[in-house]
């Protein structure tokens, strides 16, 4: 068995702070991270200033929930407690480091075996498919209050907005289609609720960014121009955007809009030819 290795920190007379691990010395960043796991408990005083960071990170790390050490989003631990796995949860929420990749059930078995993030997604997509309440409380979940939508639902494969994604795979037609996103990054994403999660990532990114450019604005509509894989039984969308065309930046077309917008307040100002499955309409007030 592997000995573990002995940290040392030692302070030179010059004050400047050194550490060493099995007599060699380590880069300073790595030291200090070693050395606060190792003792995270001191006094305050008797850590230095770049210590007193690293503790920091350290304490925020292991106070966010993550997967295989990657962190989590919020909505996702919401969910998985609505799943059944509230009392797990809280059970974790001792644990030192909070990994749902070691959320384990009333057995004492391990809820994601084989440690695998789609373990999560497919957990939540099954609850979401034969409970109508929790499929709505996963998609409605922390979207941003953009007000006054106004729109015709499911008109020539067109839906506006996640809320309207929730009736079209409810309805009768598309109540056994899954769904399949493509993320802004590239990623595909399958499955009703970890698609809607994604599509509603997508309005809370683009809604965000257009209220940095355009504090005066009243409504972002989103128009999704989906695609039906009938064989499959899948609805597709893109939410990337488009590459190989020339086109202004999402930020560029809100500055344009806003100032046409101060001429002709007749006009619908529409971002459209950016993205491959979106077309975005706005309102300013």
């Not at 909505?75 to 059970?91: N, V």
């Not at 009736?167 to 899954?178: C, H, I, T, V």
């Not at 499955?191 to 683009?206: H, K, P, Q, Y």
């Not at 965000?208 to 695609?227: C, E, G, P, S, T």
Request: without cysteine; charged residues 35%; positive net charge.
């Amino acid at each position: 068995m592997a000995k573990n290795k002995v940290l040392k920190r030692i302070i030179t007379k010059g004050g400047q702070v050194r550490y060493y691990s099995d007599g060699k010395r380590l880069k300073d960043k790595t030291g200090k991270s070693k050395f606060v796991k190792e003792n995270p408990s001191l006094p305050k005083p008797e850590y230095t200033k770049g210590e007193l960071r690293s503790l920091q990170a350290l304490k925020t790390y292991n106070n966010r929930y993550k997967f295989q050490g990657e962190f989590v989003k919020k909505i996702y631990i919401e969910l998985l407690s609505k799943s059944g796995f509230d009392k797990a949860i809280k059970k974790l929420n001792k644990s030192k480091n909070r990994d749902l990749s070691q959320l384990k059930d009333s057995k004492g078995k391990k809820v994601f075996p084989k440690g695998n993030w789609d373990e999560v997604l497919r957990t939540i997509d099954a609850e979401a498919k034969t409970n109508k309440a929790f499929f709505e409380f996963a998609s409605k979940k922390g979207m941003p209050d953009y007000r006054g939508r106004d729109f015709d639902s499911f008109k020539d494969n067109k839906v506006a907005s996640v809320i309207d994604f929730i009736e079209l795979l409810k309805s009768a037609n598309f109540k056994s289609y899954d769904l399949e996103v493509t993320d802004m990054q590239g990623d595909a994403v399958y499955g009703r609720t970890a698609g809607l999660l994604a599509v509603r990532d997508f309005e809370i990114e683009v809604g965000n960014r257009v209220k940095q450019m355009a504090n005066n604005i009243a409504l972002i509509q989103f128009n999704y121009n989906f695609r039906l894989d009938i064989p499959n039984k899948t609805i597709l969308l893109d939410l990337r955007e488009k590459t190989g065309i020339e086109t202004e930046s999402l930020e560029q077309q809100v500055l344009r809009l806003q100032s046409d917008n101060n001429t002709n307040e007749k006009d619908k100002p529409e971002i459209n030819n950016l993205f491959n499955d979106v077309d975005i309409t706005l309102m300013f007030s």
